[in-house]
């Protein structure tokens, strides 16, 4: 157990609708990351906080964005979804995650099915 | 658009045997990573290198900054060994990598038949 934990494990949703991926960081890490892991792309980074405030920023389609709370849980919103959008998304943590030299942490995943 | 490789794409090895997996990378780095996958789809992090060698129980990780090159050996491998090999780079801001966050290589597949 990672210690990160991601809610929920699987979603099951249709074109065009909105979802919010929840995760929660392990305790005393500042900073969270979210990936996507798809079938043909692979593993992809999307977004990074640190501490409340956007860090870095990679593969992330303007449909899709991501907030990290004052408790600094982080939630992904991904919206109009389309069926290229179906994969697993992780979230990790680490304590600081400047120049990503630390071990990330990586939770369980959520694996999502846009039919 | 600088991308990771990983060698071999799919690995099969009897119990026992000395395993090597390959990263190649094409520009200046600040970290790389390697991550075990897990049949279920869990990740795990390995190691995090930014220069010479680490090891932890049964694992060995190197990496050649001037090769630009990272092995990930596995010693006296295990059934339980078997799941994808995730190498992962930093790009450095100025080294012309190109997205921010860490780049992926498409992962080795290995299986460790008893």
């Known amino acids: 157990d990672s210690g990160v934990t991601q809610t929920p494990k699987h979603l099951i949703t249709a074109t065009g609708q909105r979802v919010t991926l929840r995760c929660s960081p392990r305790s005393g890490d500042l900073s969270v990351y979210w990936y996507q892991q798809s079938l043909d792309q692979g593993l992809q980074f999307l977004i990074q906080?640190?501490?409340?405030?956007?860090?870095a920023k990679g593969n992330i389609l303007e449909r899709f964005s991501a907030q990290q709370f004052p408790d600094l849980h982080s939630e992904l919103n991904l919206s109009s979804l389309e069926l290229g959008d179906s994969a697993l998304y992780f979230c990790?943590?680490?304590?600081?995650?400047?120049?990503?030299?630390?071990?990330?942490?990586f939770g369980p995943g959520t694996r999502l099915l846009v039919l | 658009k600088n991308e990771v490789e990983q060698s071999p794409q799919n690995l099969t090895a009897q119990e026992g045997e000395f395993i090597t997996i390959n990263c190649s990378y094409s520009v200046g780095i600040s970290a790389l990573h390697w991550l075990q996958q897990h049949p279920g789809g869990g990740i795990v992090s390995l190691f995090m290198l930014s220069s010479g060698k680490k090891k932890h129980g049964r694992l060995i990780a190197t990496i050649n900054i001037q090769e630009k090159h990272s092995s990930l050996h596995i010693t006296a491998s295990h059934p339980r060994d078997s799941a994808v090999y995730i190498c992962?780079?930093?790009?450095?801001?100025?080294?012309?990598?190109?997205?921010?966050?860490?780049?992926f290589g498409k992962g080795t597949h290995l299986i460790i038949q008893p």
């Open positions: 906080y640190y501490n409340g405030e956007e860090r």
């Open positions: 990790a943590s680490s304590v600081d995650g400047a120049g990503y030299q630390e071990t990330q942490y």
């Open positions: 992962a780079v930093r790009y450095y801001e100025d080294s012309g990598g190109g997205a921010d966050g860490l780049t």
